[in-house]
């Protein structure tokens, strides 16, 4: 790579940073986790910058990277350990936090299956369009349009169930 392609490079990631943190951090739901899939993520674009910076959209073309990263580190099985802020040795259910973390969008998107999540978290937080998301997550528009449907339908109900537990 040239001094002037470490230097794009480098701006690039840079300026990105901190959203690269966030969208990893709603897909995996724990900042450590996040951190190494962008870890990961900002290595491979590294490897691959001259293609990325030759792609139509290269937001795109990263978030790509790092969903499909996030997709492989959920496929590995010693990736099935959950994190918990919670001892399993607490005898009092009543001193449980009412809702997960108290983070409600984030214990909400926890029900969600990996690709609709991935799905609602780019289209919604990343702001991408129904092509820019279908690019990322290597699908059909149609693909897109029915993980984030079926993904806010699964929010709704969750949602109304939520809503009827504390009425009830």
């Not at 969903?67 to 990736?79: A, H, K, Q, S, T």
């Not at 099935?80 to 607490?90: G, H, I, K, Q, S």
């Amino acid at each position: 790579m040239t001094p002037a392609d470490e230097d794009a490079y480098r701006e690039y990631v840079t300026a990105r940073m901190d959203r690269l943190r966030r969208t990893a951090y709603l897909m995996s739901h724990d900042w450590h986790t996040a951190d190494d899939l962008v870890a990961v993520a900002v290595d491979k674009l590294y490897r691959h910058w001259r293609r990325a910076r030759a792609a139509s959209n290269v937001d795109g073309y990263v978030h790509r990277i790092l969903v499909n990263v996030w997709l492989d580190e959920r496929r590995r099985p010693w990736r099935r350990e959950v994190v918990t802020d919670r001892l399993p040795d607490r005898a009092d259910a009543a001193s449980q936090p009412a809702d997960d973390d108290g983070r409600p969008l984030l214990a909400l998107l926890r029900t969600l299956t990996p690709r609709r999540r991935a799905a609602i978290v780019l289209r919604f937080y990343s702001e991408l369009s129904v092509e820019e998301t279908a690019e990322v997550l290597g699908c059909s528009e149609g693909t897109v349009k029915s993980l984030t449907s079926r993904g806010l339908a699964d929010l709704r109900e969750c949602i109304g169930d939520r809503a009827t537990r504390r009425n009830g």
